[in-house]
């Protein structure tokens, strides 16, 4: 084991595939007793996030059977909806799922969170940059990026707060060659396990002088200037 994180109590939204299912299992491979919850069916919880009632009976349930929690991983993903099609209802519900659900779960936790706990949010290179017709999965993305230095501040000395912002992560773990490749200054398309390894990091005592950030692990592409005609990069051909 790379970190002991043996007799902690590790909470994941949307833990049931991709890169929250990913997390869960490297928790568990460190020791820690997780809590998985998601709206889809399986083993873990099942519940639906953006309801006020489910996060109250699923935050009871983590702390009447633990008495504690050591870390919350907020990884649910809102809904995608751009402005062409994205209904108010359905913009309300991303931003529900997004970073209502983040802040309330933090509320109902707090009072148990154990000494040395931390919060880690998944928010996405989205939070600083868009594609067309993102606006409810941007949004809230961007909330929740906000929200981790909000929620850093206000729980100091109790609970470091972080978050980290993916770029392209392949879920099914495609080895990807050509120009989704190298348009990556890393070389490669991402894996959750390159979001896990910052996750179980960030929660562990090395990370202990680390609160308030937002770490976009996205294979460089955030930080490559792209000019038509230069250096191969074409638009509209």
């Known amino acids: 084991m790379i970190y002991d994180f043996a007799e902690k109590v590790v909470v994941v ?16 491979s460190e020791g820690a007793r997780v809590y998985v919850i998601d709206i889809a069916e399986g083993s873990h919880f099942v519940g639906d996030i ?3 009632e489910t996060l109250e009976k699923f935050a009871g349930h983590v702390i009447s059977e633990s008495g504690r929690i050591d870390v919350l991983v907020n990884n649910a993903i809102p809904l995608s909806k751009g402005i062409d099609e994205c209904s108010y209802e359905e913009f309300e519900y991303a931003l529900r ?3 209502t659900a983040p802040f309330y779960l933090a509320k109902l936790f707090r009072p148990y969170f154990g000494e040395g706990a931390s919060i880690i ?3 996405s290179s989205r939070d ?14 961007g909330g929740i990026a906000a929200l981790t230095h909000a929620l850093a501040v206000s729980l100091a000395g109790k609970v470091r707060v972080n978050s980290i912002s993916p770029g392209w992560i392949d879920t099914d773990y495609t080895v990807y060659e050509g120009p989704d ?9 991402g894996d959750p396990r390159d979001i896990a390894n910052m996750v179980l990091f960030l929660a562990s005592e090395k990370a202990g002088f680390i609160t ?15 000019y038509h005609d230069e250096f191969g990069w074409k638009l509209g051909e």
Do not use: L, W
């Open 97 to 99: 799922v997004g970073v």
């Open 212 to 226: 308030g950030e937002n770490i976009c692990i996205d294979g460089g592409m955030t930080r490559q200037m792209i």
């Open 13 to 28: 939204t949307g833990g049931a595939n991709g890169i929250g299912k990913c997390i869960a299992e490297e928790f568990k």
């Open 121 to 123: 949010n998944i928010s």
């Open 128 to 141: 600083r940059m868009s594609q067309p017709q993102t606006e409810s999965y941007t949004a809230a993305k």
């Open 181 to 189: 490749a190298d348009q990556h200054p890393a070389g490669r398309v």
């Open 50 to 52: 953006s309801r006020k």
